[in-house]
């Protein structure tokens, strides 16, 4: 649960109210006074926004009162001087996403007090993320500034960053299939392509562009290159705000290699490794990487901020290696083992070149890996060794065109640990067949 919906009607007396309630739970020292309290006001929220008739209603409706139970004992837990009602107050705030009780009562109670700009902007939300540009149009008609404004919630968002959907209200992270039309009427009626945000950490960092290529959203619905496009048709930084070449590198570490592409043929910059490696350019890498470890000079180290990799050739060598064994570059990766690379090197999930290259398919680099001395039984961030990570793919990611059966023998004839397929369910499509065929 990240930020729960208003109901359509918010009352600020009520909210009140249910502060009040909580404290009262809290003090009672019982856990059930706690599991009572969230139970009744999301009850009554999924009520005021009908949504008892939706899908699997009841189980969803009970995980999302034990994620606000664990939520709410946690805040409790944390008050050293007893939990007090400002505490419960700011609580319900946070939960609506909103980062102070105050800024939630204004935005609660504008309407009341002849400011319905706030509710203006809900609506316009609303429309941008359900696809509704007939609303969308009369509300920006009527009050044109809605263009400009942010979110009174805590990630400041404009109506732009929420056709990103991604740091916003989960329940609005959505991407409707007119997407890139809604994104060119706001462009149209003003929209800054690069106003910032103050989503995951407040920073230049957080545009539309960068906020785009890092959603799962407009990628499932086969949009994310033409919103690229369309946001740098109408004036977004191609090598980011501050010209540290960030859409294109998140795009990267994200694992949008096609929105890279497309921002590389728009003439994003590709003057590092960890780019040119994941876009395939071998001749670039050729130029870039004198040998083992060394840059030719005047090659930047430039590399995802939020993966903070120390500033030396080889650190940067290494995650182009990797990098480009994720993105199935294998003439780079080959052409990087030419040049001495270390085989175990692994990115910031602890996904050596040899885990990347096993999950897709990639038997010969895999096997000159493994003959180089990769090894096997490294564990990722998620305790996968590489043949662990290679059969999770297969049974539950699996990449388009990759035959897993052989991979997962080749893997075991080279010595990997078979034992850890036995926790696989035996319903699986790939790994029981695999094991059944073996005998094990």
Same mark, same amino acid.
């Given at each position: 649960m990240d930020a729960l919906p208003l109901p359509p009607r918010p009352n600020l007396d009520q909210y009140r109210k249910r502060a009040k309630e909580l404290v009262d739970a809290a003090r009672a020292g019982d856990p059930d006074a706690i599991r009572v309290w969230a139970s009744d006001w999301l009850t009554a929220l999924t009520q005021a926004l009908d949504m008892t008739t939706a899908p699997n209603f009841p189980s969803l409706l009970k995980q999302a009162i034990e994620v606000l139970v664990e939520r709410t004992q946690k805040r409790i837990d944390a008050s050293a001087g007893g939990f007090a009602l400002a505490d419960a107050q700011h609580l319900i705030a946070t939960i609506h996403g909103f980062?102070?009780?105050?800024?939630?009562a204004r935005h609660v109670d504008a309407p009341f007090k002849g400011d319905s700009h706030g509710r203006e902007f809900e609506a316009a939300v609303d429309a941008v993320v359900s696809g509704d540009l007939p609303t969308l149009q009369r509300l920006i008609a009527a009050q044109p500034d809605l263009v400009r404004q942010h979110s009174t919630r805590e990630h400041r968002a404009t109506l732009l960053h929420y056709v990103a959907a991604n740091g916003v209200e989960d329940y609005r992270q959505r991407t409707p299939p007119n997407a890139v039309e809604i994104a060119r009427f706001l462009l149209d009626s003003g929209a800054k392509a690069d106003a910032l945000a103050d989503t995951y950490g407040r920073d230049y960092w957080q545009t539309t562009m960068n906020l785009l290529v890092s959603s799962a959203h407009p990628d499932g619905a086969g949009l994310m290159s033409p919103l690229v496009e369309l946001l740098l048709d109408y004036g977004a930084a191609i090598n980011g705000v501050k010209d540290d070449e960030s859409p294109i590198l998140t795009a990267i570490d994200f694992g949008y290699i096609y929105a890279a592409e497309t921002l590389a043929r728009r003439g994003a910059?590709?003057?590092?490794?960890i780019t /040119? /490696?994941?876009?395939?350019?071998v001749d670039l890498v050729s130029a870039f990487v004198v040998d083992k470890y060394t840059l030719?000079?005047?090659? #930047?180290?430039?590399a995802p901020a939020w993966r903070n990799l120390a500033t030396d050739a080889r650190t940067h060598i290494e995650a182009a290696f990797v990098y480009a064994c994720r993105f199935e570059r294998v003439e780079v990766a080959t052409r990087l083992l030419e040049r001495g690379v270390d085989v175990a090197a692994a990115?910031?999930?602890?996904?050596?070149?040899?885990?990347?290259?096993?999950?897709h398919g990639l038997i010969d680099l895999a096997r000159a890996l493994i003959a180089r001395g990769a090894p096997l039984e490294v564990k990722n961030m998620w305790g996968g060794t590489v043949l662990d990570s290679?059969?999770?793919f297969a049974e539950f990611m699996p990449i388009k065109g990759v035959d897993y059966t052989p991979v997962l023998q080749m893997l075991v004839d080279a010595g990997a640990n078979v034992r850890v397929l036995d926790d696989y369910p035996a319903d699986g499509t790939?790994? #029981?067949q695999f094991l059944a065929r073996r005998g094990s």
């Open positions: 980062d102070t009780w105050a800024a939630f910059r590709v003057d590092n490794v /040119a /490696a994941s876009l395939g350019r030719a000079p005047g090659v #930047p180290l430039i990115d910031g999930q602890k996904m050596t070149a040899l885990h990347h290259a096993a999950a290679t059969a999770y790939v790994v #029981p």
